[in-house]
C-alpha cells in the first residue's frame, strides 16, 4: 500500500487516501525548492483601543511588539495546531504591521520562508492568525467587539505548482 495521495473526479484533495481515509501526503519524491508565502487579515476596533496600540500605552505593554513575536512562534508551531501539516524548517517568518487609522483597524502581513519539499502557506497564514488573536487578547479589556477578519493567502511561490497571487 501506497502513501502517495490518490486524487480523483470525485476528491482533489490530497489529504485523503483512495479510500477515504486521512493520512499525511508523501512528499519524499518532491523536489527540494525555495518556497515562499504571504497572508494578510486585519483586526478591526474602536478608534480609543486604536489610539492605545498606537501609543504604547495599553496595560500589557507593546501590543504589536509583542503580537509581532506570537505569530513568529505561531508559525514555528503550525505542525502542532493543523494534524496533517508537515514540521517545516522554517529559513525566515515576518510578520508587519499597518495600522489603519480611517478604518479604526490594523492590517497584518505574515511572510514564511524555507527551502523544503512543501509549502509554507499554513505556516504564513497561523502567523497571521496568531498575530491578530495576539491583538485580541491584549485589549480585549477595553474592547471585546473587536473583529479579526479577511485571513487569507495573498501568493505563494515555489513548488511544482509554482507562483499563485490573489487577485
Do not use: W
Not at 486604536?50 to 504589536?64: E, H, N, P, R, W
Not at 494534524?83 to 504591521?97: D, G, K, M
Not at 483597524?105 to 523544503?116: D, I, K, P, W
Amino acid at each position: 500500500m501506497t502513501d502517495t495521495p490518490k486524487t480523483t473526479a470525485s476528491s482533489p484533495l490530497t489529504h485523503f487516501d483512495a479510500q477515504g481515509q486521512a493520512h499525511m501526503v508523501d512528499v519524499s519524491a518532491k523536489a527540494s525548492t525555495h518556497r515562499v508565502a504571504v497572508a494578510e487579515g486585519r483586526i478591526s476596533m474602536l478608534p480609543s483601543t486604536l489610539a492605545l496600540i498606537q501609543s504604547g500605552t495599553a496595560k500589557k505593554g507593546d501590543v504589536l511588539g509583542i503580537a509581532r513575536i506570537a505569530g513568529i512562534q505561531g508559525a514555528k508551531k503550525t505542525s502542532d495546531l493543523i494534524p496533517l501539516c508537515h514540521p517545516i524548517a522554517l529559513t525566515r517568518v515576518a510578520v508587519e504591521f499597518e495600522v489603519d487609522e480611517s478604518g479604526n483597524s490594523v492590517l497584518c502581513r505574515a511572510t514564511a520562508e524555507c527551502t523544503g519539499q512543501t509549502g509554507v502557506e499554513m505556516e504564513a497564514l497561523t502567523a497571521c492568525s496568531v498575530a491578530l488573536l495576539t491583538i485580541y487578547d491584549m485589549c480585549k479589556a477595553v474592547d471585546r467587539g473587536m473583529t479579526i477578519g479577511g485571513v487569507r493567502l495573498l501568493e505563494k511561490k515555489g513548488g511544482k505548482s509554482g507562483v499563485y497571487s490573489a487577485t
